[in-house]
């Protein structure tokens, strides 16, 4: 007979397996662990005081000198030590990754006078971390530990300890590194993100470091590295016909002609859309000037705009091609919504 009282281990109620199908016990088992850590995070977040504050200004010195953050770690932590200076380094504070035991065979050179180390170790008693510090201490360099035991060694010989408040690991042994790794690794965030709004760091210095992914494309590119030019696209006076802007725009493969002044100003577009309106209704159409039937005063977009601005322009006013003007208002070019997808703006 099955006991009705569900079973308890580390406080979480323990549903019997005789009780629901494997896949809905695993279910339940993904919620328990994503609840241990979200509890971590969570006492993590609460123990946020004076300290972080404080190693928020140390690092701000430290990259003001300029000089860099190394972070260090060893076991699972080595590799929240990477994640957290990726992080730093990709948002603008230069930063670099330690290998504890490979620094007392010669990379301790990574480290110089002016930067500050980071050290990652939930325990505090991690016999490669400690063996580290007295060099470090050489050196001249303040150490910035992350530890759950505030009053470990580690924490002892720091400058500055913020606290990695994990009560339990999602491990059910308590021992592979879980929750502790996770609450780390978020309050490196934390210091990176604080670091960034500190320094003023914008979109733009963002996009300078991505240069070659989709942050770069969609924050650097400009309308003047995409639009068409002349002589591809289609370009008539005020004073052509429809049949002008016709062969205009075969001849430049074009979907639409521009209609420009003397002075070369926008004044107007007409499309393949435009022409299909008019074939029926309209007399004559081929020798109609080509003011009579195109849509004045077209939505543009400037040269110096972000590229990803036009996409918006195309969603919003459904249309397929796009004007583009210099700082004078004169025509520079235009954009194609069919060359979107080949330029991975879309």
Sequence with gaps: MIDPAPA??????????????????????????LDVEIEALQRTRDALGDAFEQAIVLMLETIARPAKIVVTGVGKN??????????LASTGSTSVVLN?????????????????????????TSEEILTLIPAVRRLGVPVI??????????????????????????????????????????LGDALAMVLLEARGFKRDDYAKL????????????????IMRKPPHIAVVSIDATVQDAILAMTHAKSGSACVVDDANQLK???????LRRH???????????????????PIRVADDQLAVDVLKLFERHQID?????????????????????????L
């Excluded at 300890?161 to 790794?181: G, I, Q």
């Excluded at 991505?210 to 590295?225: F, K, M, N, Q, S």
């Design 268 to 274: 107007g577009i007409f499309t393949d859309g435009d």
């Design 210 to 225: 991505h240069p070659a992914g989709a942050i770069g494309r969609t924050l650097l590119t400009r309308v003047a590295d």
């Design 145 to 186: 530990s992350m530890t759950g035991c505030p009053d470990s060694p580690l924490a002892a010989c720091s400058e500055i300890v913020l606290p990695v408040v994990v009560d339990r690991e999602a491990c059910p042994f308590n021992m592979a590194p879980t929750a502790s790794t996770t609450a780390t690794l978020a």
């Design 8 to 33: 308890f281990r580390d406080g979480i109620a323990m549903t019997s397996s005789a009780e629901k199908p494997a896949a809905y016990q695993h279910l339940d088992h993904a919620r328990r662990v």
């Design 78 to 87: 080595l590799s929240i030590a990477e994640k957290i200076s990726a992080t």
């Design 321 to 345: 091609d796009l004007p583009v003007v210099n700082a004078q208002g004169n025509l520079a070019g235009c954009v194609d919504i069919q060359d979107l997808p080949r330029l991975k703006i």
């Design 279 to 297: 074939l029926t209704g309209t007399p004559d159409l081929l020798t109609r000037p080509i003011t009579s039937v195109m849509t004045r005063d």
């Design 100 to 124: 504890p035991v490979q620094a007392m065979h010669g990379d301790l050179g990574i480290l110089a006078a002016g930067d500050v180390l980071l050290a990652l170790s939930f325990s505090g």
